[in-house]
């Protein structure tokens, strides 16, 4: 089996405009190799081409020019889409958008019933999703009544039902409050952990520095990447792309442009603390 579950190379998109002075590329010229049970995070700030990214590792949508092979499989060819998909589940934004039915255990059944998972299988399968995020208990219940983060990780079963290899999130905390995102965050990390491999898009920067490495894109293109440490020393080009960084790193930074002899990308209190001792 090769080693990258996701190759990225050199794809450009563009949406259709009716008018043709109208057409930009949203993404232009994105490589990325992604490995098997890696955890990956995208930055980006607003309408730099992150959810277009998702679409097409998603064969929701195909490339203008260039090539993404998600587990060997062209997202080109038509007949490969059920296997990419299966390969590769995708969980939104809006919980709410992604609930279909009026009973927990329903939902999550959903997409491995549409792969034509017969029974028992599929009534296991069910239950052990429910058990993994850890909402075994809800399965009978309806969940319009669940709150933000129960809902999410709703979502997140009926991906896992479909016994993906690879997760991609597409900003799954976003409208949730501090406690939904933190069980949403666990949720990820315990999966990572189990093996599955992980594509987190976030605007939250202590989401990203949890991930193996990040990917930081502006404007269509990739801009950095690579470990947090090494992305998140970088705080001048990461504010010159509207982006933050974690606070306690913002500190050092300022430490250091101050005379403070203290290394670059801290990311926690406690580095932190130990380079300010040193
Ligand atoms: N359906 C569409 N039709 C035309 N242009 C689009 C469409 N969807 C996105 N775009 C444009 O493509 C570019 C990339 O958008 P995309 O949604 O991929 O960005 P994003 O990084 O996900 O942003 P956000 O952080 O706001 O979610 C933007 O310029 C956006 O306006
Ligand atoms: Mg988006």
């Not at 934004?93 to 599929?122: C, S």
């Amino acid at each position: 089996m090769e080693d990258n579950i996701i190759e990225i190379k050199n794809v450009k998109f563009k949406y259709e405009a009716e008018d043709e002075n109208d057409i930009v590329y949203a993404l232009k010229g994105i490589n990325m190799n992604i490995k098997r049970g890696e955890f990956i995070a995208i930055l980006g700030h607003n309408g730099c081409g992150k959810s277009t990214l998702a679409k097409l590792i998603n064969a929701q949508m195909i490339p203008n020019e260039g090539d993404i092979i998600v587990n060997g499989f062209n997202t080109k060819e038509e007949e490969n889409i059920w296997d990419i998909r299966k390969t590769c589940g995708m969980v939104f934004q809006n919980p709410d958008n992604q609930i279909v039915a009026t009973i927990v255990e329903e939902d999550v059944a959903f997409g491995p019933e549409n792969l034509g998972i017969p029974m028992p299988e599929l009534r296991e399968r069910v239950d052990d999703a429910l058990k993994t995020v850890d909402m075994y208990e809800y399965k009978m219940h309806s969940p319009a009544l669940l709150s933000g983060g129960q809902k999410q990780r709703i979502a997140i079963a009926g991906i896992l039902a479909m016994n993906p290899d690879c997760i991609l999130l597409d900003e799954p905390t976003a409208m949730l409050d501090p406690n939904g995102r933190k069980e949403i965050i666990n949720t990820i990390t315990s999966l990572n952990n189990s093996g599955k491999t992980i594509i987190l898009i976030t605007h939250f920067m202590e989401e990203a520095i949890l991930a193996d490495r990040i990917f930081v894109m502006n404007e269509g293109l990739v801009e950095l990447e690579g470990e947090a440490k090494k992305v998140f020393s970088n705080v001048k080009k990461m504010k010159e792309l509207g982006l933050d960084v974690p606070q306690v790193t913002e500190l050092a930074y300022e430490l250091k442009i101050n005379g403070f002899n203290i290394e670059n990308g801290v990311l926690n209190i406690d580095d932190l603390v130990s380079e300010i001792c040193k």
